[in-house]
C-alpha cells in the first residue's frame, strides 16, 4: 500500500504540474504564439529580438509565425557552420544530406523526394531573403552571421517560392557605419582539423557608408581509411569569403551590395558493404569497420558557387520601396564508388559487379523583387510587390557497371530544365 501511495502522491504532483503549466500559457498574449530557440543570457531573460519573417523587423513576440531564431553568439556557441547543424537544435526539422548533390530538407515532415533537375525542394532555403533554389547550394558555410529564422508551416504569401513546408533564411552581419571593427578566431582538432574565420568592418565617407569583408577556411583530413587503395577519403577543404559595401547617400535612401563565394573540395563519401548473413536474425550486418572501406575508386565531390546581390531601400511617406536583385551560379562536380567494393578475391569486399558514377551541374539563377512596405505606427501592415525569378540548370548523371561481361554498363543521362516564373504578392 505504501508503494501505491506514493505512486498516487506522485501522479497527481505532475497533473498539478501540467495545470499549472497549461494556466501559465494561457496568460500569454495570444498573439505571441512564436517559439524562439535561444541559447544565450540575454534571450532567456526576455531581451528583444528582432526578425524579419514577416518582410519588416519585428520583435519575434509579435511575430504570428512559428519561428526558431539563433542569434549571433548561439550560432558561435554551438559551432553552427552549415544548414545541417540546425537539424539537431530545432523541433520538426530534418535534413537529408545523401546524395551529397541533392541534400533535402524536411520541416514539419514534409519534403520531397523528386531530385531531378527540374525539382525543387518543398521547404526553402534563403542567404539574405534571396531564394537558393539548388540543393547543392545551401551547404555554403555559416559565418559571420547575425541570425539563422526557421519558419515552420506555409510561407508562399510573402516568400514565395517552395516553402510548403517553411523556410530557412539566413541573415548575414551588415557594415557598420559607426565603428572600425574586426575579430577572428583559429580552431585545432583531430584528424587535423584546422577552421579559421574573421572579418573587417571598416567606416567610410564620414560615417554615410561602410566595408565589410569575411571570410572562413575549414579543412580536415579522411575520417575514413581505404584499405584497397590506401588511400583516406570523407576529408573536406572549404574556402568562404563576402564583401559588402553598404552607403546612406541621404537620410531616407539606403544601399547594400554584396558580393560571396565558397570553394569546396573533397574526396566524398567512402561507402561500405554490407553483407547478408543467414546466422544472424536480422537482415544484415555489417562485415566491415565502419571506418573503413574497399573501394575501388576514392572518388571527388567538388562544389563552387558566388553570387551578386544588391538591395535599394527608399523611405517615403506613406511606406519603405525595396529592390532586391540576385545572381547565383552553382559548379557541381561528384564520382565516387556506389558499393564500396572491388573485384579483388582475396578482398573482404569482393564483389564481382562494382556500381561506380557520378553528377556534374551547372545551374544559373536571378531573382528580382520589387515590394512597398507600410511604415512604421500605422494602423494596420501591408506589403505589396512583385517578383520574378529564371533559373537554367544543365545536369549530368553517369552511371558505371563494372563487371564481368556481359554484366556491363557505362550510361550517362543528361538534363536540362529552364524555370521562368513572375508572381504579384
Request: proline fraction near 5%; charged fraction near 20%; charge should be negative.
Amino acid at each position: 500500500m505504501t508503494n501505491l501511495h506514493k505512486c498516487t502522491r506522485c501522479a497527481l504532483g505532475a497533473m498539478a504540474l501540467v495545470l499549472a503549466q497549461s494556466a501559465f500559457a494561457m496568460e500569454q498574449d495570444p498573439a505571441a504564439t512564436s517559439d524562439a530557440t535561444s541559447l544565450n543570457e540575454d534571450a532567456e531573460f526576455g531581451a528583444e529580438i528582432i526578425v524579419t519573417a514577416q518582410r519588416r523587423d519585428q520583435n519575434l513576440q509579435n511575430v504570428p509565425v512559428t519561428v526558431t531564431v539563433f542569434g549571433a553568439e548561439e550560432i558561435e556557441n554551438a559551432r553552427i557552420q552549415q544548414i545541417g547543424d540546425v537539424v539537431g537544435r530545432t523541433v520538426g526539422l530534418a535534413f537529408d544530406a545523401f546524395p551529397a548533390s541533392q541534400p533535402r530538407l524536411s520541416i514539419r515532415g514534409i519534403t520531397s523526394n523528386d531530385r531531378g533537375a527540374a525539382s525543387e525542394p518543398s521547404s526553402g532555403v534563403f542567404l539574405d531573403d534571396i531564394y537558393i533554389g539548388r540543393p547543392p547550394a545551401i551547404a555554403f558555410d555559416a559565418f559571420d552571421l547575425e541570425r539563422i529564422e526557421v519558419l515552420k508551416g506555409p510561407q508562399g504569401t510573402l516568400f514565395g517560392r517552395n516553402v510548403v513546408g517553411g523556410a530557412i533564411n539566413v541573415i548575414a552581419r551588415k557594415p557598420d557605419v559607426d565603428s572600425f571593427d574586426g575579430a577572428g578566431e583559429i580552431s585545432l582538432g583531430n584528424y587535423d582539423r584546422f577552421d579559421v574565420a574573421g572579418f573587417v568592418n571598416a567606416p567610410f565617407a564620414n560615417n554615410t557608408g561602410a566595408v565589410r569583408v569575411s571570410g572562413a577556411y575549414r579543412s580536415h583530413d579522411g575520417y575514413t581509411h581505404n584499405a584497397f587503395l590506401n588511400e583516406d577519403v570523407d576529408d573536406q577543404e572549404t574556402l568562404s569569403g563576402r564583401l559588402q559595401f553598404y552607403g546612406e547617400p541621404s537620410e531616407d535612401f539606403r544601399v547594400l551590395f554584396t558580393l560571396d563565394g565558397t570553394r569546396a573540395r573533397g574526396t566524398g563519401p567512402g561507402n561500405r558493404v554490407l553483407e547478408l548473413d543467414p546466422n544472424d536474425p536480422g537482415p544484415y550486418t555489417p562485415n566491415l569497420d565502419r571506418d573503413v572501406t574497399y573501394g575501388s575508386t576514392v572518388g571527388f565531390q567538388n562544389t563552387d558557387t558566388y553570387g551578386i546581390r544588391s538591395e535599394l531601400s527608399y523611405d517615403m511617406s506613406f511606406g519603405t520601396l525595396t529592390f532586391l536583385g540576385s545572381y547565383r551560379d552553382l559548379d557541381y562536380d561528384l564520382a565516387y564508388d556506389f558499393d564500396g567494393g572491388n573485384a579483388d578475391p582475396a578482398s573482404p569486399a569482393f564483389n564481382a559487379i562494382n556500381i561506380s558514377g557520378g553528377q556534374r551541374e551547372n545551374a544559373e539563377l536571378s531573382s528580382q523583387e520589387l515590394r512597398l512596405t507600410s511604415p512604421a505606427g500605422s494602423p494596420f501592415d501591408w506589403v505589396v510587390g512583385v517578383y520574378h525569378y529564371y533559373q537554367v540548370v544543365d545536369r549530368a548523371d553517369l552511371l558505371i557497371l563494372d563487371g564481368v561481361a556481359p554484366i556491363t554498363l557505362e550510361e550517362t543521362y543528361n538534363q536540362h530544365s529552364t524555370l521562368d516564373s513572375v508572381a504579384v504578392f
